[in-house]
C-alpha cells in the first residue's frame, strides 16, 4: 500500500506523478470534452541558478499548492515534469475555466505580494479533448501544450 502510494503521487508536492498520469491516460477512455490543463513555472532555472534549488523546491511546492487549490476539487492535478504540471477535468459540469483561470491569477498575486522570493508565474494552455480531430488524448494535451508556451512567452516578455 505504502509502495503504491509513493509511487502514483510526488514527494515533494503531493500531486499525482508522471506516472499516474500516464497510467490514466492508458487505462481510461477519454471523453469527448475531457480538459487539460497545462502549466509551467516561469523563471525556475533562474531560481535554482541564483538562489539555490532548495528555494527551487520550495517555487515548486507552492507552485503545486496554488494549483491544487484552484483545480484539485474538479480534476486530477499531475506533476508530470520538472516544471510542468496539468489538470485533467473529466465531468465538466459547473466547470467555468474562466473563472478558474482569473483565481489562479489571484492566487499568484497574492502569493507574491505575501513572499519576497522567489515570485511565482505559472503560465498555462489548455484544451478539450474532441474524439474527431484527436487521435488520442495526448494530441489535446499537445494543443494545450502550445497555448501554454505562447502564454510562457508572453509573460516573459511582458516583463512580469
Given amino acids: 500500500m505504502k509502495t503504491d502510494i509513493i509511487g502514483?503521487?510526488?514527494?515533494?508536492?503531493?500531486?499525482?506523478?508522471?506516472?499516474?498520469?500516464?497510467e490514466w491516460v492508458k487505462?481510461?477512455?477519454?471523453?469527448?470534452?475531457?480538459l487539460i490543463v497545462t502549466f509551467d513555472l516561469n523563471n525556475l532555472k533562474h531560481c535554482n541558478d541564483t538562489m539555490g534549488h532548495a528555494m527551487?523546491?520550495?517555487?515548486?511546492?507552492?507552485?503545486?499548492?496554488?494549483?491544487?487549490?484552484?483545480?484539485?476539487?474538479?480534476?486530477?492535478?499531475?506533476?508530470?515534469?520538472?516544471?510542468?504540471?496539468?489538470?485533467v477535468i473529466q465531468n465538466r459540469g459547473g466547470f467555468d475555466l474562466e473563472?478558474?483561470?482569473?483565481?489562479?491569477?489571484?492566487?499568484?498575486q497574492e502569493f507574491n505580494q505575501s513572499h519576497t522570493i522567489p515570485k511565482i508565474q505559472i503560465a498555462y494552455g489548455f484544451a478539450g479533448f474532441d474524439a474527431e480531430k484527436?487521435?488520442?488524448?495526448?494530441?489535446?494535451?499537445?494543443?494545450?501544450?502550445?497555448?501554454?508556451?505562447?502564454?510562457?512567452?508572453?509573460?516573459?516578455?511582458?516583463?512580469?
Avoid: P, W
Avoid at 496554488?66 to 520538472?82: A, E, L, N
Avoid at 487521435?135 to 512567452?153: I, L, N, T
Fill in 134 to 160: 484527436d487521435m488520442d488524448f495526448e494530441a489535446a494535451r499537445s494543443r494545450a501544450g502550445v497555448k501554454m508556451y505562447e502564454k510562457k512567452r508572453a509573460l516573459k516578455g511582458g516583463g512580469r
Fill in 27 to 34: 487505462e481510461k477512455q477519454q471523453a469527448d470534452g475531457t
Fill in 56 to 87: 527551487g523546491d520550495s517555487y515548486i511546492k507552492n507552485a503545486a499548492e496554488i494549483i491544487s487549490r484552484v483545480f484539485g476539487s474538479h480534476g486530477r492535478c499531475y506533476r508530470i515534469g520538472g516544471d510542468e504540471f496539468c489538470t
Fill in 99 to 108: 473563472e478558474r483561470l482569473k483565481e489562479l491569477e489571484l492566487e499568484q
Fill in 8 to 22: 502514483r503521487f510526488g514527494v515533494l508536492t503531493g500531486l499525482y506523478n508522471r506516472n499516474s498520469y500516464d
